[in-house]
């Protein structure tokens, strides 16, 4: 089964996951684009043609007959991944799965890079999953109105493609642990008070409950997890450089009765000089992943696609990585929900999904 195919029956089958990335501060009745690259009035969206002429050597981007229609309506409650009757569905084998996470979603005076980020992901027909501030700044989400209306409009637009995840609560650094960290080192009530308030924001401004955690600086505690699974979170992704000598494990395990998908590369190469990586270190960072198996979770920021050649790496990047048939793309949403119900099986090889059939 492609990864269009799947696309195509995701809507039939399964329960749409807790959606939305970007965001800006637009007016209202700004395009928000579907998962068949439409604008949400069914005409066709407008691409960033240096962004298409900088990714045309790639594999084409899907057409809108090859992608699932949008559905409407949201959910604020936990979405869960139902497990698709014996009858109807089959167990695929893939040797890697891939995702794609976008943090630091707020309202921004410019709103450019963000939205074109979305374009890209929603335009290829590409799964990411979108971290979103509850309270940047201090000041709740809710208040960017603009925002607001967007955020609510996409979701409905793409429930196939994008995923809303509570990125941590002001995003701010509250303590060395492990270098730097928001959440790691606090007191159990006050994360747990944190995470509340936080969900309780996110799902007033978007109208979709997370269940997909994304801590700022990428570091937690076990504080961190017990409130999590009180809140009835599935997963918890954070960096795999914190999770190795934390708990002693990389990628994709479970402990403290949650599921922990860490990233496993990132766009950034130095956070001292934001220097960024090239179209070819990408690939390279994709490639050995792709030779060993697993996991491959990419960690990139929407304000750091702020020209169009760094646009048309990353729309190059994402279509590369599409092209490959036995790579199986998901939100970080989906694969702990999937590890949770028992849909998605770790082999020697790779992985075992239980997908719709045909």
Known sequence: MTNQTRLRTAALVLVALVVGVGVGLGVVGVGVFDDAGLLADGSASVSDQSDVAAASTETPAPTPADVAPSESGIDAAPTRTPRPEAANATWEEYRLVATFRNDDVKPADDPSAMRAVDRI??????????????????????????????????????????????????????????????????????????????????????????????????????????????????????????????????????????????????????WSTVERKSRAELRADFDRAYRHGGTYMLMLHPQHFDTAKRRGDLRAHVRYVRSHEDVRLMTVGELGLRLANGTMKRTEDGWRVLEPSD
């Open 121 to 270: 992901f929603v335009e290829e027909g590409v799964p990411v999953t979108s971290g979103v501030i509850p309270y940047p700044g201090g000041t709740p989400l809710s208040e960017a109105t603009a925002t607001c209306e967007y955020l609510r409009e996409l979701a409905t637009s793409n429930p196939n493609t994008v995923e809303f995840a509570l990125h941590g609560y002001t995003h701010e650094n509250r303590s060395d642990f492990y270098g730097a960290s928001e959440f790691g080192g606090a007191p159990y009530d006050t994360q747990r008070e944190w995470i509340r308030a936080g969900t309780a924001e996110l799902t007033a401004c978007t109208g979709e409950r997370p269940t997909t955690f994304v801590p700022p600086m990428n570091s937690y505690d076990r504080n961190t997890t017990r409130a999590l699974t009180d809140a009835d979170y599935s997963v918890v992704s954070g960096g795999s450089w914190f999770t190795e000598p934390y708990y002693g494990e990389r990628g994709v395990f479970r402990a403290d009765g949650i599921v922990h998908a860490g990233n496993t590369t990132g766009y950034v190469t130095d």
